[in-house]
């Protein structure tokens, strides 16, 4: 199990007047916690600037945390020696968002793909063609493209390159930080169907970050949902999608265009959150500030709200079923 606790990453700011001291902080991931199993995919989703790709990076630590803890097999991340946090990377991958930027163009695909067996592991000379070869072939590719350079590749292309790196060292987990918002469609449906297979075949992990709610509702067995770098809800993801119930997820949901018979996409039925006629005019202030927030993140824009949730964070609550709302409306 991969375990985060309570886990925060703040980034220091200084107020505008020179003749201050005070200091501010932005909140990009404000006491994040949930647990991951092996062969269990938890979607997480939100608007930009949300959190999720900084929660992904420091659960990695790419990035210092603030505070909390990440527990992989019982120990702390944050508080590995040099060689236990080898060994780490190891049994946790990444998939980056740009399948391009991520690839270095001076290296052709066979030593891409087998650079982390060469770093941490034995393997021969002779055998990194073979491995590069196997890695390629796992990914739908052909061992015969293994000499080829990145930019000879389209962006699927590349990107199951840049899945085979992520598998090369038979993790146990991967952080899919957005891996197919830069493809077409069609592309997307298989390397989500690839991501699927893979899972199947090595009992992977994954933490699959997104803003394509029909992405993560077909990969994720739970989904758990971000709004300025706190989790406002967290459920099974059929039980999310059926039952919303924190304003800031139901107004996620109604932005999802459905299709009907008709292969038009039609307007989805408005909830009352997302009733701009109706709705206080305190919805339609967007806001990314969470320095001096002592209530709900979300109080700004919710026109359910009361006053108490000025004043009172209500905290990630379980209500049954392993649902968790962090909601002063749901009791």
């Known amino acids: 199990m991969l375990e985060i606790n309570n886990l925060k990453k703040y980034y220091q700011i200084r107020e505008k007047n020179i003749f201050s001291r005070h200091t501010a902080y932005t909140k990009a991931v404000d006491d994040v916690s949930f647990s ?10 939100g608007e930009s600037g949300c959190g999720k790709t900084t929660l992904g990076r420091t659960i990695l630590k790419l990035i210092e945390p603030t505070a909390g803890e ?7 991340v944050f508080e590995l ?3 236990g946090l080898k060994d780490f990377h190891k049994k946790v991958q990444v998939i980056f968002q740009d399948p391009y930027s991520s690839l270095n163009p001076r290296m052709k695909v066979s030593s891409i793909v087998t650079e982390g067996l060469i770093i941490h592991t034995q393997i021969k000379h002779n055998e990194i063609k073979q491995k590069s070869h196997e890695l390629l072939d796992n990914v739908g590719l052909s061992g015969e493209l293994a000499d080829r350079y990145p930019h000879e590749f389209s962006g699927g292309q590349r990107q199951r390159i840049g899945i085979a790196r992520a598998i090369s060292l038979q993790p146990e987990y991967i952080i899919c930080d957005e891996p197919v918002s830069s493809l077409d469609v069609s592309v997307q449906a298989q390397i989500i169907n690839l991501l699927i297979d893979l899972q199947e075949k090595f009992n992977l992990g994954y933490i699959f970050i ?25 459920a099974e993801s059929g039980e999310l999608f059926d039952n919303p119930l924190h304003p800031y997820t139901k107004l996620l949901l109604s932005a999802v265009p459905e299709r009907h018979n008709t292969n038009k996409i039609a307007a989805p039925d408005k909830p009352a959150c ?28 919710c026109p359910q709200a009361k006053e108490e949730c000025a004043e009172t964070s209500p905290g990630l609550a379980d209500i049954g079923g392993g649902h968790k709302v962090s909601c002063m409306l749901i009791k």
Do not use: W
């Open 81 to 83: 020696n040099p060689a």
């Open 210 to 234: 997104s803003h394509d709610l029909s992405v993560v509702k077909y990969i994720s067995h739970k989904i758990a949902v971000m709004y300025l770098g706190q989790l406002v809800e967290f």
């Open 70 to 76: 990440v527990l992989f097999n019982g120990k702390n």
């Open 274 to 301: 997302n009733n701009r006629n109706t709705a206080d005019a305190r919805f339609a202030r967007a806001t990314t500030d969470n320095t001096t927030a002592r209530g709900c993140a979300f109080y700004p824009r």
């Open 36 to 45: 991951l199993n092996r062969g269990e995919t938890i979607g997480l989703v």
